[in-house]
Every structure is written in C-alpha cells, then in structure tokens.
C-alpha cells in the first residue's frame, strides 16, 4: 500500500515538473477534447456552408445523417463483419436510398444531386427510380427473386404453349368442316376411322408432357426422358412423435435395467431406425462415514463399471415392441459404421418410395456413369438411395410370400434398364408362369421373344441361352477378348453384343416341370455366363429348399428377401432369421455379393400407369428392325438322356480283375478294391456294358 501511494505521489510530481507547453498540447491530444474539436468544426461549416449544402444535397440530408449514423456505429461497435457477411444488404440499401432520393427530385426537395438522379424528364426519371427499387429488391432478397423469376417463366411458357395449341385446334376444325355435302357412302367409311381412332385412343396411356427432349444413340434409337415417370410425392413425419418414441425406448429399456440412450434417429419411407449406445453395469458398494457429531453416515461408493452387453438390448425385442405399440421391430446389431444398436421401428405412416426418385438420386447417378445396368433398389432405414449394378452382382434372386412386392422389384428393375439402354445395349427373355405380370413388356423392342408363359417353351429358352453363351465364348476367343466390354471395346453399334438379361418370375413352377434340367442350367449359367454379358434375375414366392436348392443358392451370391411367412424360408434364402419381421409393401432385406448381412431397404415403386407410357414410348420405335428368336426351334434334349459322368478311376482296375477271374461279382469288387457298395455297383455296370461280365441273376449276384 505504501508503495503504491509513493508511486502515485512521484507520477504526479513528474507531471508538474513538465514545461507548461507540455501539459497543454497534452491536453489537447486527450480523446475527449478531439472529438469536441471535431464536432465544433462540423458545426461552424455547416453553419457557414448551410445554404450550399441544402441547395446540394435537398432533404437528402436526413438520408446522408443516417447514413452516416449507421457508419459510426459500426465503427464504434466494430461490426465489420457484419457489414462483410451482408454485403448484398448493404448494396441494396444505398440502392433503395438513392431511389428515395430521386422521388424527393419529384418534388424539387432533392437538391441538384437529386435532380442529377431522375434525369431531365419525369418519365425518364420514374424508370430510374423503379429500376433503382427492383436493384435494391434483387440485392436484399436474392432467393426469393430467384424463385419468382423461375416461376413467372413457366407461367408465361405454359399460357403461351396453351394460346399456341388453341390456336391449332381452331384451325384444325377450320380445315374439318367439308365445302360440300357428302355422300352416304363417305360419311359412313368417315364414321369407321373415327370409331378406330377413338379405339385407338384408348388403348394409348394417358397423355403427359416433356420438358426435356429424347436422347438420340448412335444406333437411332430415342431413350425416353426421366419426366415420363410420375414426380415422387414425399410424406412427411411428426418430429414430435417420433422424439416421443425415442423416450419411450430408453425408458422401457431403464425399466429392464438396461441403461442406454438413444442417440441418432434416422427416418425412413417404411421403418425409422433408433441408434441406441449401450450404457453401463454400475456395481456400488455401502461406505460408512463416521461425522464430525459423531454420528454415522452411509454413502454408496462405486466399485466397478462394465458395458452393458448387445446381447441384453436384443433379448427384449418382443417387449420394446409391447411398450412402443408396435406389430413387431427388428434389431440390428450393431450397426454397420456405427457404434450403436440400431432398432427399426414402424413408421405410423408409410411412404412409398418412386422410381424416380430413386434414379435421380447421386449414388444411381454415381453408377449409371460407370455401367450400363445400373438398378435402383430403393431408400434405406435412414432415407439414403440404394443402387446396385447389375454386372458386379452379376445375377439376382429374390424370394417372398404373395403380395410382397416381388413383382414390382421386377417391374423396377426392367424400367431401369429400359429408360438408359437402347435394344442396342440389352435385350430381355421374360418367363412368366403366372401370364399376367411381365406380358405387359411385350410391345417394347428389347425384347428377344415375346413373354413366355408356356412352360415347355421356358425350358427352350433356357437352352437356348446356353447354347448363346457358348457361341459367344467362341466369338471371344476369335476375337482375343476376355469379356464382353473388351469385344465391344472397339466396335461399330451394330456389331456390339448386347447384354442378355433373363428375369424368371416363378422358379418354383419351372422346378415342378424340369426340376434337373432347369437347375443343371441355371447353374451352369450363373457360373459361366457373367464374362459373356448374360444376367440371371430369378424370383420365386415358395423359398423353399427343393425350389431354391443349394446349388442354386450357392451360385446366386446377391438376393433379395421380401417378407416371408417363416424364419425357415427366411434360413433359406439369406441363411440368417429376420425376412419374417418384415412389413411388406416393398419392405425387403437386400444382401450384395460382398456384405455379411442383409441392409433393410424399401423397394423401388412404380405405378402401371408409368410402365404403360413407357412401353407406348418405346413401342412407337418400331420403324428400326430388330432381330427376334424363335425358341421353338432349339433341338430338344432326347427323353432320359442324362449327362454323361466322367469315368471312374477304377475302371481299369476293375477290368483286370474281370479279365484276371471268371466268375466277378459286385462284393468281389468291393472287397478287392475297397471301395463302397454303389461305386462297386457302377462299376459292374459298366463291365457288364463293355461285356467283359455276363449278367447274373439276383439270386447269383447276392452270392
């Protein structure tokens, strides 16, 4: 303290030993003093200079105050970065400040800055000011300008394509109206077009409008636009609601002593997705204090802390569902990514999910660049698009119960294909058993044949798709390629293979038919043919294991589960428990080649409405000749013939020992060459084939 006085006392007399000169100009440099200098000097020049000014500047005056106001407030609350982020709103204002300062000229209380604004005549100057206000407006609200612009544009387009298309009609029933009477004879052949045409009429879908222009190929062919699909209509969630549900799981899991918490939501068409983090196993232990009034206190003092186990969050699935008021969740452990416990729930409301969407989407987009069979599958749990490409699969099946969305999977997949590729690139053989679902794609051009639905005829397609695959395999090897991308490296489009797509929509009636012929085939296909360009898209709604056998699965590494009735179906086609859980409607567990296990999606929709207008689109392409098979004329397989097995190693073993001994039973064979009862029957057969072993009666050969 003492200190401190003496250093005050010796600045002070610092202070008076300095010259008087000193301390005045001091004084004159304080802040305070200058912006009084300041302000007095402002004030005489306004003073001297007032009647100049006023006759300058007019009422802007006030505009050039506030101005100014606003300058020394950002200067003084060092706002510059304001004044940085909203300098579209300082631009707009001076705009606007300038068109007030011209209406004021209107009325001569601008002063001849404000005259030099408006210009000489009023009507000049009127468009000055309106424009000075639509630049300020466009600098303020530049979104909002935008937009307005936007719509006003596609205002005037459709009110004047509406004027044009009045105008023709007029003039079309100007040039309809006859100069002269006609006879009976014409008026009735008149009346029998116009029956046709109205036919006609009918058969044709529904009008709709492009905004965009077909895409020529190189081959003449027009791809459709994307607006020939319906725009998707987005359904919208309560927010509330579901932070509600999320409570109500951490509450119902606390209520089972299982702490956790919820921590990320993702919203999807069908289900939402709870991300829970499992929290911990607390163990406590009693501590007793004794107080300072000598009394004893108890305290629980943490012992130890351990995760709580996945295991326990999934064990209360069926009682997650009771408190949520949900039919039934399921619960994916633990998410993939993600360090949580991911349980679907339900949504309240569900949404569809449109082709359309789904392909104007960048993860389609992102594939479509890179391959021609690029599919859109659907939306995630979370909302986020799915694609795949169909090359990389290379062959798809997929099972559910009736009514599960199999046949739109399907329906989806052909509009995919059929939007980006022309007859050119892909070419479709179409089995439908049931003859009401794929014969609706038998008028556009991609297709090899018409829909078959004749069983006998489905086997013929078959064969026939071997004997392409190995005709195309020698084509490869003339040529020196590996795969059908390096032989249609450098070709003209006419000499390109194009990719062979087959979608099957009932295997299990093909199994009943042709059971070995139908499954030695697909198999020998979806190993072989993927080099050759040649797709298998295979559906069945019995998932059964004498329809989906192992050889079948086993080559069919992508599959698609939609909802099942039992976890056995479900065991067959993923391996895993789970399609039983599923809504249906499109709710379906998709399994890629390289995942090890299924991601829940909701299909891809599309209307027959959208699948009509875009078979009428292509339909109306068939002026361009296409090539066609006629399956009827592949050779059929000979009854009972079997494939030939490969010889036994044994045989000539077997054959000295026929040679070597006269009599050579099938016991003989199998004590001598140690081999089983079946092999050693073969192997008689086989002798007794070549007549090296005479056939012994059954009473000879069990001896």
């Not at 250093?7 to 912006?35: D, L, N, T, Y």
């Not at 044709?204 to 636009?225: D, K, N, R, Y």
């Not at 305290?299 to 949900?326: G, W, Y």
């Not at 993939?336 to 987009?365: H, K, M, W, Y």
Request: aromatic share 8%.
């Amino acid at each position: 303290m003492a200190k401190t006085k003496s250093g005050a006392k010796s600045g002070r007399k610092a202070k008076e030993s300095q010259p008087a000169w000193k301390r005045f100009f001091s004084f004159i440099a304080s802040p305070i003093v200058r912006r009084l200098i300041l302000i007095v000097v402002i004030v005489v020049l306004l003073y001297v200079l007032w009647d100049d000014i006023l006759r300058l500047f007019g009422y802007g005056l006030i505009i050039i105050a506030i101005a100014l106001s606003l300058l020394v407030w950002v200067a003084w609350r060092r706002r510059f970065s304001v004044v940085k982020q909203r300098w579209n709103w300082v631009l707009g204002g001076i705009s606007l400040a300038f068109a007030v300062w011209g209406v004021l000229s209107f009325f001569d209380l601008g002063g001849r800055f404000g005259q030099s604004i408006i210009g000489a005549s009023d009507t000049l100057g009127g468009l000055r000011v309106a424009g000075l206000v639509f630049l300020g407006v466009i600098f303020i609200i530049p979104r909002q300008c935008w937009s307005a612009a936007k719509n006003g544009w596609r205002l005037l387009t459709e009110a004047f394509r509406r004027s044009s298309k009045f105008i023709f009609r007029k003039r079309a029933r100007a040039k309809a109206v006859p100069s002269e009477a006609t006879s009976p004879e014409v008026g009735a052949v008149d009346e029998a077009e116009a029956a046709g045409t109205r036919r006609r009429e009918r058969s044709a879908p529904p009008v709709w409008q492009s905004e965009h222009e077909p895409i020529l190929t190189p081959g003449g062919w027009h791809l459709p636009p994307i607006d020939i699909l319906d725009k998707p209509a987005e359904v919208k969630l309560d927010r509330d609601a579901i932070d509600q549900r999320a409570r109500l799981i951490e509450e119902a899991l606390g209520s089972y002593g299982v702490e956790a918490k919820v921590v990320q939501v993702n919203i999807g068409p069908t289900v939402t997705q709870f991300g829970v983090e499992p929290g911990w196993d607390k163990k406590y232990k009693e501590v007793r204090e004794k107080g300072r009034d000598g009394s004893y206190e108890t305290k629980m003092e943490e012992v130890s802390r351990t995760r709580v186990r996945v295991d326990r969050i999934t064990a209360l699935a069926n009682d997650l569902a009771l408190a949520l008021a949900a039919p039934s969740i399921r619960i994916e452990a633990p998410v993939p990514g993600a360090p949580v416990v991911g349980i679907e729930v339900p949504n309240t409301v569900f949404g569809s999910v449109a082709l359309r969407s789904a392909i104007e989407s960048a993860a389609f987009q992102r594939i479509r660049a890179r391959s021609k069979l690029a599919i859109a599958l659907g939306k995630g749990a979370g909302g986020e698009a799915m694609a795949a490409d169909l090359t990389r699969m290379p062959h798809l099946l997929i099972a559910g119960a009736t009514g599960s969305g199999k046949t739109v999977c399907l329906n989806s997949v052909v509009c995919c294909l059929l939007l980006h590729n022309s007859p050119d690139d892909v070419r479709f053989i179409m089995i439908d058993p049931k003859r009401v679902e794929l014969v609706t794609f038998n008028g556009v051009p991609h297709l090899l044949s018409p829909v078959v639905v004749d069983t006998d005829k489905a086997i013929k397609a078959l064969r026939w798709l071997n004997q392409e695959m190995d005709n195309r395999y020698r084509q490869f090897a003339k040529a020196g390629a590996r795969n059908i991308e390096g032989y249609n490296k450098d070709r003209a489009p006419g000499e390109m293979l194009p990719y062979l797509v087959l979608l099957i929509d009932e295997l299990a009636d093909l199994m009943m038919t042709a059971s070995d012929e139908v499954e030695h085939t697909l198999c020998r296909l979806a190993q072989l043919a993927r080099a050759t360009g040649i797709h298998l898209v295979v559906a069945t709604q019995r998932p059964s294991v004498d329809v989906v056998t192992g050889l079948i699965k086993a080559n069919f590494p992508t599959r698609i589960s939609f909802a099942v009735t039992s976890q056995v179906d479900s065991r067959t086609i993923l391996d895993m428990v789970g399609a039983e859980k599923l809504l249906g409607r499109g709710d379906m567990l998709y399994m890629p080649t390289e995942a090890s296990k299924p991601k829940r999606l909701q299909g891809s929709f599309v209307a027959d409405a959208e699948i009509e207008r875009l078979v009428y689109f292509w339909g109306n392409q068939r002026q361009i000749k296409v090539s066609s098979v006629d399956f009827d004329e592949v050779a059929e397989k000979p009854a009972g013939a079997q494939i030939a097995a490969p010889p036994d190693p044994l045989f000539e073993e077997a054959k000295r020992l026929a040679q070597e001994y006269k009599h050579v039973s099938t016991s003989f064979l199998q004590r001598r060459l140690r081999i089983g009862y079946p092999r050693a029957a073969r192997l008689m057969e086989e002798l007794q084939r070549a007549g090296l072993v005479e056939e012994a009666p059954p009473e000879t050969e069990k001896l």
